[in-house]
């Protein structure tokens, strides 16, 4: 079974600003279907791998410091990354503490097997040999691949309200065209908090088969 996923709002993301311009790459997918009038797109991600803390309740921003030590060193990787243009080396480079890996949106929590996760995309250079393996060893590497679903993009804040009234339009439009949702409503947030919230981009993702 897919990993449920929960992407975090108002976490920092890397190099964000108040005006929602960043430099950090994002999880690419292919398009399958839009709906611009309502900002609904299906997508398919054909592969992430993802860096996972576990997130016990109330612990936000401490899953999220241990993720962001990760990419900032705190790790046994064989490749040097900048943190603004990815270049991947040789796989069999020598092994080495402090590899930096430059940060990719969004970032997500959410619940595997019963606990909940905050969640790191790894770059689309990394696969799951060659991700360098966590010094925390509470920290965990896995893949999602075919991943596809619906994703409804809307600004503000990732408030409750807001949340569920996308949700709602979400889940209405999957019934009209005919689509059968297999997940939970993933809340997605790909700016930090203090980027203006008009100027936001958020998401809600449902995975559809």
């Not at 920092?12 to 994002?26: D, K, P």
């Not at 679903?149 to 309200?161: E, H, K, Y």
Request: glycine share 8%.
């Amino acid at each position: 079974m897919k990993v449920l996923l929960l992407l975090a709002g108002c976490v920092a993301l890397t190099g964000c600003s108040v005006f929602g311009q960043n430099n950090v790459e994002s999880a690419p997918y292919t398009l399958v279907k839009a709906d611009q009038a309502l900002k609904i797109e299906v997508r398919n991600y054909a592969s992430m791998v993802l860096v996972s803390a576990e997130m016990p309740e109330g612990s936000r921003n401490t899953a999220f410091r241990k993720l962001f030590r990760y990419i900032s060193g705190e790790n046994y990787g064989a490749t040097e990354i900048s943190m603004t243009a990815p270049v991947l080396m040789a796989g069999n480079a020598e092994v080495k503490p402090g590899t930096e890996i430059s940060m990719t949106a969004p970032v997500f929590m959410g619940m595997q097997g019963g606990k909940s996760q905050m969640s790191f995309v790894m770059p689309k250079e990394f696969t799951l040999q060659n991700t360098p393996k966590p010094k925390d060893p509470t920290l965990q590497i896995s893949e999602l691949r075919n991943y596809q679903v619906a994703a409804i993009q809307f600004s503000g804040t990732l408030s409750a309200g807001n949340v569920a009234e996308h949700t709602q339009i979400l889940q209405d439009w999957l019934k009209t065209q005919g689509y059968v949702a297999i997940g939970a409503p993933l809340e997605a947030g790909y700016n930090g908090p203090m980027t203006l919230p008009m100027l936001r981009r958020n998401e809600i993702l449902i995975e559809i088969q």
